[in-house]
């Protein structure tokens, strides 16, 4: 049986401040024992429509800037600051990832190299990205299949084993809820994927595990 790995999901916990984030990682990796320390990376422009881009914070409280562009810009490091981030992670001895949430985002970060690179379920179909990655990157590429549809699944499969890829591909069995029940957590979609695709995939995870450093703010 190969060991689980633990993977602290900071994403933008941060805050925006590079200073927390290396603090955050020093905790994860000093305190928690984790693998894997596991940011995010947005390109705002790129992901949201104008009017997504200029609406205000739909929870103000919680707000970086005076819309919700504005929020997540502040809330993004450019490239050379994962850069660093992933400088700090090998010194104290984890591995660094991060999820993409747009081409622009997996253009600035596959030159880093990492290990794996995590694609959220809310982009799992975003196959002019997955395209790039396929084409671009080397690495592992890990996916979440919440609020994905049976149909959208095979469409994933599909797409990775049309470019050559499948066997880099990881698949997440990930009830998309923060926090999760559970009674809800539905471990047996486990066995499922692995009845429907266990023969054509390396491996799959799950995500129902005790991620460290947990978000505790709604954003």
Request: aromatic share 10%.
């Amino acid at each position: 049986m190969k060991p689980i790995k633990i993977v602290a999901e900071i994403g933008c916990n941060h805050k925006g401040d590079i200073n927390i984030a290396k603090e955050m990682i020093s905790v994860a990796a000093t305190y928690c024992k984790v693998d894997v320390v596991k940011f995010q990376k947005r390109s705002p422009r790129a992901l949201l429509s104008e009017q997504e881009y200029n609406a205000p914070h739909p929870n103000p409280m919680h707000a970086y800037g005076d819309t919700y562009g504005n929020h997540r810009e502040f809330l993004e490091f450019d490239p050379e600051q994962h850069r660093r981030l992933k400088g700090w992670c090998e010194d104290f001895g984890v591995a660094y990832t991060t999820s993409v949430w747009d081409l622009p985002s997996a253009q600035e970060i596959v030159p880093l190299a990492p290990g794996f690179i995590k694609i959220p379920a809310a982009c799992n179909t975003s196959f002019e990205m997955l395209k790039y990655l396929c084409d671009h990157y080397t690495g592992e590429i890990h996916l979440s299949l919440g609020m994905t549809t049976r149909a959208e699944e095979e469409q994933i499969v599909d797409f990775y084993e049309q470019n050559g890829r499948l066997r880099d591909v990881v698949l997440y069995a990930c009830t998309s809820g923060y926090p999760v029940a559970f009674k809800d957590i539905c471990l047996l979609e486990i066995v499922r994927l692995n009845n429907t695709y266990g023969t054509r995939l390396r491996r799959l995870v799950s995500r129902a595990i005790i991620w460290a450093l947990r978000p505790i703010l709604q954003r």
